[in-house]
């Protein structure tokens, strides 16, 4: 069935460090990728996404890499600062589909 | 510019009682998604509807009920609540096809 597998569970990262989150998934269907992001006491909100047709994209300090013979994926944030600190999800999803499945979530935490 | 709206933001419900979540999209999307969120377990798809007239099960469906009353509304019914639906719940929508949810900021449900 459909599973995505993250880690890790939690992160601590001095300012300015990168930080990097994986993700595996086992449909080998899926072929989008949106990363969220988490704040306390608010709604997911997508930071990110990412198409099977794309090895990697970028957004200022934040980019995604796609690794479809491996089946998974990754989060880099670099020059990490203390309001990226948050709950990151990945998940995946297939253009048949209508849904979209979540990763079990990472809390980053931003040591200033 | 409201997005996706969640009423009500909290609620606690004895077991037995019953309650519904309202979702209200101002965006025009044709899917709209319910999810829970519980502690290291990220979010699970409760129900979805991918258009208006229409609605499937997610991975746990038991114990819930949905009306898509129109393209703007989605509700999400407990007719019987459980301590095990004590949770965070989330509405999401989106246009259509592969591409990333808007999500509402929550409602936090206990039942005692």
């Known amino acids: 069935g459909e599973n995505v597998e993250q880690h890790p569970s939690t992160l601590s990262v001095q300012e300015g460090d990168s930080a990097v989150i994986k993700c595996t998934y086992s449909?080998?269907?899926?072929?989008?990728f949106p990363w969220y992001k988490q704040e306390l006491g608010k709604g997911p909100q997508l930071i990110i996404d990412?198409?099977?047709?794309?090895g990697e994209k970028k957004d200022q300090r934040i980019a995604v890499t796609l690794n479809k013979t491996a089946k998974h994926f990754s989060l880099h944030i670099t020059e990490t600062q203390p309001e990226d600190s948050a709950v990151y999800f990945c998940a995946e999803g297939e253009d048949s589909s209508y849904k979209l499945i979540f990763g079990s979530g990472t809390r980053l935490l931003v040591r200033p | 510019n409201a997005g996706v709206t969640q009423t009500p933001k909290f609620q606690v419900l004895k077991t037995g009682q019953s309650m519904t979540l309202q979702c209200a999209q101002d965006m025009n999307h044709n899917s709209m998604y319910w999810y829970r969120q519980d502690p290291g377990m990220g979010l699970r798809l409760i129900y979805y509807s991918a258009s208006e007239g229409t609605t499937d099960k997610g991975e746990v469906p038991n114990g819930y009920n949905v009306s898509r009353l129109n393209k703007r509304e989605f509700s999400l019914r407990l007719e019987s609540a459980a301590p095990s639906q004590t949770s965070v719940y989330f509405c999401?929508?989106?246009?259509?096809?592969?591409?990333?949810?808007?999500f509402g900021s929550g409602t936090r449900l206990t039942v005692v």
């Open positions: 449909d080998s269907a899926s072929n989008y």
């Open positions: 990412i198409r099977s047709n794309v």
């Open positions: 999401a929508s989106r246009v259509t096809g592969m591409d990333g949810y808007t």
